[in-house]
């Protein structure tokens, strides 16, 4: 059956031409691309890298860079439906795409050097190199202002040590944006594939983003030229990045959603017992219409977040707002799918498990719902409560 | 090589189709319009035929001034220009044909590249009607295409089987499914296709020669009918499945 995205207050009519037709063509490049042969990755445990010409080639790694550096010029909206239509094929898709654009290119061409964003933004928007974005330690997750990597300047350059562990894209990745400390202060440097002293081992054994690629980020020693400080001091420069890739991250668990709703209603219509099929019984109605709410009321708070973007207008509280919902209900709706699903809702044909498995890592990286909750308590009594 | 591509703007085939409240035209409220879809095809050939052999693809329609979305997928798509013949009141075959083909003579081109049939109204009249006006052959249900020499050779689907035949340039050919895989419009594209000129002209107006009397959607589909399992059913059932459902 044809997927029907569900649009129940027609946010379609708000959005430009433009954005449309984003949408459309990123949901048929799924449809195509993604769909057919993400079931096998996943269970393989591998990333489908043959997906990184293809979604190059069809200008989402860089979508809302300028063209001058390869990218699309997009709005954030745009960039937002982008998200939405890669996470209905898998979060590991738009967990790639999301660090790429909001984690790699985001701080390079926001804060880089003239000659760093001509010498990698082009690459990465073609694909021909793939970045990563190390914050998270082994013992610093939630906390990362604790870190322990850090910078020693040398003739020429800096010295880095320290280690990066859950690193997205890491052992595939020809540049690294890595956070260390510089003086007690926490610094970017640009760390380069095949730099001495600089390893990327992939960690493997995880249930969740089986398609994604993981890894370790380690540096012994490592030189780092003087050209590759990113100039921004201080956690405001990774927090910038991850407020960048959560709004995208808003936008992708109402993909989810949207296609594990879509299938239960599909699945609810068809399958028949006690001789009725089971959408004409009460309680699997009352739990379509609890995922119908919820994505709704998700898609209005994406929609309205990516306006507030475009305009410029937006604070970082607001995108915790919605990565803290919109991940929130998307893992319910997951689980509630499953149960429409019945013993079908475990195989990997019907994808739900593997929505279900993706978003719980979802739930935690980029700031945990936790970590959201106290972002918001802080916003709503000027008290903070993380320690 | 000057290409043309005539495309068709259609209700998206997901789209739930109702009659408006005239009984003679569909209610439009809440439709999401497409490219037709055998419309693609012409787009692709003709961007591909261009890529090889140079010249420019025009992506033109007759269509309500709304008709614009689709030109503007059709530049997304990189082609190189997008028409807008307006015509906003319900019109005929003839109608729409007349004035693609007075187009086609002001810019003269190579090849019109056209959908077999508009998933719309599935006339079927366009290509024949705009051959006859332009007085220049076309090939309809073509699936696969190779242009050389000032000629076209298109093998074309016929019951059971392929037809390969020859025409001279210029020519029609109407696109079946299978003549190649339309790209997605890109990014980069789709954002520069937002700047990209539409040109907007006024239609010719022409006699209605076909008048739309009434509409009306199919009544419920029949209740399934169950047979039992003995011999007697299995011819029965042929039966029924041959003479009544007509689809042996
Ligand atoms: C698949 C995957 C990919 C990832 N990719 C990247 C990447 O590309 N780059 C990167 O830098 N990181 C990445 N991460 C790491 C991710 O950002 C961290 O896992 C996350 O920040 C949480 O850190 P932690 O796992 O150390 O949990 P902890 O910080 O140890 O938290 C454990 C639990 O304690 C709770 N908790 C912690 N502090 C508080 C508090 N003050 N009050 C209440 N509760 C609290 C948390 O909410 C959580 O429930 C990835 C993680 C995963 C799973
Ligand atoms: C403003 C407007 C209102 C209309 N309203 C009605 C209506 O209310 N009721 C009704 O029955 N019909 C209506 N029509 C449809 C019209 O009568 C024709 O059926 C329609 O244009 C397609 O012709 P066809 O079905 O013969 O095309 P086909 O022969 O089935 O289409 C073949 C190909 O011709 C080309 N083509 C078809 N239409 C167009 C077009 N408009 N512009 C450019 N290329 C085209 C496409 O390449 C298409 O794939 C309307 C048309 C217009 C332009």
């Not at chain 1, 730099?195 to 540096?219: N, Y």
């Not at chain 1, 993909?255 to 219509?269: E, I, L, P, R």
């Not at chain 1, 700031?367 to 909750?373: E, M, Q, R, S």
Request: hydrophobic share 40%; proline share 4%.
């Amino acid at each position: 059956m044809a997927y029907n995205a569900i649009d129940y207050y027609n946010i379609e009519e708000l959005l430009s031409d433009e954005e449309k037709l984003i949408m459309y063509s990123v949901r048929e490049f799924v449809e195509n691309e993604v769909l057919p042969i993400i079931g096998e990755h996943y269970l393989k445990g591998t990333f489908p890298s043959e997906l990184i010409p293809k979604m190059s080639g069809l200008g989402l790694l860089g979508i809302t860079i300028p063209p001058e550096y390869g990218g699309a010029g997009a709005s954030y909206t745009g960039y937002g439906l982008a998200m939405m239509e890669l996470e209905r094929g898998d979060s590991a898709i738009r967990s790639f795409a999301s660090v790429q654009n909001s984690l790699v290119m985001y701080p390079i061409y926001t804060y880089g050097t003239e000659g760093q964003k001509n010498k990698w933004l082009p690459k990465l928007a073609s694909g021909e190199a793939i970045g990563c974005f190390g914050l998270t330690e082994p013992d610093y997750g939630s906390n990362p202002s604790g870190m322990l990597t850090n910078a020693k300047k040398i003739d020429g350059g800096y010295l880095l040590n320290g280690a990066k562990m859950w690193i997205t894209n890491g052992t595939i990745a020809d540049i690294a944006v890595v956070w260390a400390k510089f003086d007690g202060v926490i610094t970017g440097f640009l760390v380069e594939k095949g730099t001495k002293g600089f390893t990327a081992p992939e960690m493997k054994g995880k249930l969740s983003l089986r398609a994604s690629v993981t890894s370790e980020l380690i540096f012994q020693d490592c030189e780092i030229p003087e050209e590759n400080l990113i100039d921004i001091k201080g956690l405001k420069g990774p927090l910038s990045c991850l407020t960048q890739a959560r709004y995208g991250i808003s936008w992708g668990a109402v993909g989810a959603a949207m296609a594990v709703y879509d299938s239960s209603v599909q699945y609810a219509k068809s399958r028949i017992q006690f001789n009725k099929p089971i959408a004409s019984f009460q309680l699997i109605q009352e739990k379509l219409v609890w995922m119908l709410n919820e994505i709704t009321k998700a898609q209005l708070v994406a929609y309205r977040l990516g306006r507030l973007k475009d305009e410029g207008k937006d604070r970082f509280q607001q995108t915790s707002l919605a990565k803290r919902n919109n991940v929130d209900i998307a893992l319910t709706a997951c689980r509630i799918a499953r149960e429409i699903h019945g013993a079908n809702g475990i195989l990997y044909e019907y994808h739900i498990m593997r929505h279900a498995a993706n978003l719980e890592s979802v739930k935690t990286y980029e700031g945990t719902d936790d970590i959201h909750t106290l972002i918001l308590g802080e916003d709503i009594t000027g008290i903070p409560a993380f320690e | 090589m000057n290409i043309l591509v005539c495309i068709s703007r259609v209700p998206d085939t997901a789209t739930r189709i109702l009659v408006g409240p005239d009984g003679k035209t569909i209610d439009t409220q809440g439709i999401k319009y497409v490219i037709s879809p055998y419309d693609e095809y012409g787009i692709e050939e003709g961007l591909r035929l261009k890529e090889k052999n140079g010249g420019t693809v025009t992506a033109v329609t007759v269509g309500s001034e709304g008709s614009t979305d689709i030109l503007r997928t059709a530049l997304a798509m990189c082609v190189d220009k997008a028409v807008l013949i307006k015509a906003d009141t319900h019109k005929d075959s003839y109608f729409v044909a007349k004035n693609l083909a007075e187009y086609a003579k002001e810019i003269n081109p190579d090849i019109i590249f056209m959908g077999r049939q508009s998933v719309d109204y599935d006339s079927l009249q366009m290509p024949s009607m705009v051959s006859e006006f332009l007085g220049i052959p076309s090939v309809s249900v073509v699936s696969k295409l190779t242009i050389a020499d000032g000629k076209a050779t298109a093998e074309r689907d016929v019951e059971g089987g392929k037809e390969i035949v020859e025409a001279s340039l210029p020519c029609i050919i109407s696109c079946q499914k299978g003549l190649n895989e339309p790209r997605y419009p890109k990014l980069p594209d789709i954002m520069k296709a937002k700047s990209k000129p539409i040109e907007t002209r006024e239609a010719i107006q022409t006699d209605e020669k076909v008048t739309v009397l009434g509409m009306s959607i199919p009544l419920k589909q029949r209740a399934g009918r169950i047979l039992g399992d003995g011999d007697g059913d299995i011819d029965e059932l042929v039966r029924l499945l041959h003479e009544e459902a007509k689809i042996i």
